[in-house]
């Protein structure tokens, strides 16, 4: 019953910015390491961000100094704000339960970054 629905994506031209949710449900979201991954055109998915339960952060190399993730336990929700946003980061974002995914992954949201 793990569900995991992500939304916020959307067109953006470069420097622009976007806050991605993820709603979670199903298991223990207060006590798991959540992230956010990325999966562009013909690459491999990467982790981008990662949160623990006490709220510690981790970032790729790629997005630190513009992107922040936080969550809401109370909501069960999982966020990432990205701002000064480049065309590489066009892609579909998922969260999921970091360093140890579930086998399910939502839908994902398409974030296009475009002139």
């Known amino acids: 019953q793990v569900q995991l629905v992500e939304s916020g994506g959307g067109l953006v031209q470069p420097g622009g910015s976007l806050r991605l949710s993820c709603a979670a449900s199903?298991?223990?979201?207060?006590?798991?390491?959540m992230g956010w991954y990325r999966q562009a055109p013909g690459k491999e998915r990467e982790l981008v961000a990662s949160?623990?339960?006490?709220?510690?952060?981790n970032y790729a190399d790629s997005v630190k100094g513009r992107f922040t993730i936080t969550r809401d336990n109370a909501k069960s929700t999982v966020y990432l704000q990205m701002n000064s946003l480049k065309p590489e980061d066009t892609a579909i974002y998922y969260c999921?339960?970091?360093?140890?995914?579930?086998?399910?992954w939502g839908q994902g949201t398409q974030v296009t970054v475009s002139s």
């Open positions: 999921n339960r970091a360093g140890r995914n579930f086998d399910y």
């Open positions: 199903g298991f223990t979201f207060s006590g798991s390491v």
């Open positions: 949160i623990t339960f006490g709220r510690s952060t």
